[in-house]
């Protein structure tokens, strides 16, 4: 595998957002159509992809206490910066949010859900008093495949596909990451570190802050009063649900992402963090780990659909045994048997929507992650005869991504009927 592939994905899929990507992705829509309106904006009506609207819905809006996937709209319409990308909320300050909350409470914002072939779509048209623009976002959570202002089409072309691996760029192996991490030059890679840097600080404010649900609080707690110990484990879960605390919880600071997830990059990046400093690895060392679980964590999740029924954090976590593996033992087989482990143990946790349970999901997936590690280091491993895990590990990944692209889309339905129905309940 030629290692400029392996430099391209990464720089691809692991990239700086702020706030929860889906409500990102609807703001930065209506950003773009804002900016080319021209005009103060008067009412905001469209559709979302159910899978959009389900990670949208609930989770808190950096800076805003609230949530609501009409306010990403009118946020981004008044105050994003299309020109940000993933970090279209960075200069919303609280009038801003005062304004959208006025916009939603007087009734100038539509958005429905819409059953669409892609899993990750929005379709805003923006009013203003003399005209409106109209932007459809697609295949990307900042990628504009139509933008319209009245009659003239600007831009109008084909969505790159939101399902399996990108055909731009080529599929690759768990092997091919591990051999990438181990011979690539130092100075390829050192941008990785800025995922380090970035999530953690994000731990640290989730550390100083009370946020969402306060899981990785509520464990430092535990290991005060006694009730758990200060170990290696302990502060990995700690790390990681500390930042994703305060990701979910509306802090206004960036996380970097992998596969266009903040919790995922979470996940990925803090336990290869965490057993670094443990181990007082060097920066070269934590940048190769580092590399390893990211690709590792994107090999596996260009394999399926960018939003399904499963909480891709798990996926992301057989990332984060990857590279502790490596940083443990620079031992191949290690890391197979670690990856095999975790499809043999947390397989199937669903995705019911992007909001502060998500903190949880980190702290099961990372919990998990580390136990498979231990084992793989003594040679434990789950075997062909146990479940759907093969003797291969690439055909054990297949095995469980076939269960998302499959029958797990009639779990994702029910999981966005379930949610809609309580949503209509509450109104």
Not at 67 to 87: K, Q, T
Not at 127 to 155: M, S
Request: hydrophobic share 45%.
């Amino acid at each position: 595998m030629d290692a400029q592939v392996l430099i391209q994905w990464l720089k691809r899929e692991v990239s700086p957002a702020l706030g929860c990507t889906e409500p990102v992705a609807i703001a930065f829509a209506a950003a773009v159509a804002a900016q080319h309106l021209g005009e103060p904006v008067v009412g905001i009506t469209g559709t979302v992809s159910e899978n959009l609207y389900k990670n949208a819905m609930g989770v808190t809006i950096p800076g805003t206490g609230s949530s609501g996937v009409a306010l990403a709209a009118a946020i981004g319409s008044i105050a994003g910066d299309p020109n940000a990308g993933l970090e279209v909320f960075r200069n919303v300050m609280l009038q801003h949010v005062a304004q959208a909350n006025l916009m939603v409470s007087d009734g100038q914002i539509t958005i429905e859900q819409k059953a669409t072939h892609e899993f990750l779509h929005v379709d805003l048209t923006l009013k203003g008093e003399n005209r409106q623009c109209r932007v459809i976002v697609n295949g990307g959570h900042t990628n504009v495949t139509y933008l319209a202002v009245d009659d003239h089409v600007r831009i109008d072309r084909p969505a790159r596909s939101t399902g399996r691996a990108d055909d731009a760029l080529p599929a690759f192996t768990l092997r091919d990451a591990f051999e990438f991490a181990g011979s690539v030059d130092f100075d390829d890679i050192a941008f990785i570190l800025e995922a380090a840097k970035m999530n953690s600080a994000l731990s640290a404010e989730g550390r100083r802050v009370r946020y969402g649900l306060n899981v990785g609080g509520t464990l430092r707690d535990a290991i005060s009063q006694g009730l758990m110990q200060n170990d290696l484990l302990n502060r990995i879960v700690i790390d990681a649900t500390s930042a994703s605390d305060a990701r979910m919880g509306g802090a206004t600071l960036p996380a970097m992402t992998n596969f266009g997830s903040g919790n995922q990059g979470i996940t990925a990046t803090m336990p290869v963090v965490t057993v670094a400093e443990h181990l007082q690895a060097d920066d070269e060392t934590l940048a190769r780990a580092l590399a390893l679980s990211h690709l590792v964590a994107i090999s596996i999740h260009a394999r399926y659909t960018r939003l399904s029924a499963l909480c891709a954090v798990t996926t992301a976590a057989m990332g984060a045994a990857a590279g502790m593996s490596w940083l443990f033992s620079k031992d191949f087989g290690v890391l197979e048997c670690a990856v095999s482990n975790m499809v043999g143990d947390i397989s199937g946790i669903i995705c019911d929507g992007a909001s502060n349970t998500c903190a949880m999901k980190v702290s099961t997936s990372v919990n998990s992650a580390f136990r498979s590690v231990l084992l793989a280091g003594q040679n434990i491993r789950a075997s062909s005869a146990d479940g759907i895990v093969c003797e291969d590990v690439e055909d054990t990944i297949d095995n469980l991504c076939s269960l998302v692209t499959q029958p797990m889309k009639h779990t994702d339905q029910a999981i966005i009927r379930i949610m809609s129905d309580k949503s209509l309940r509450v109104s």
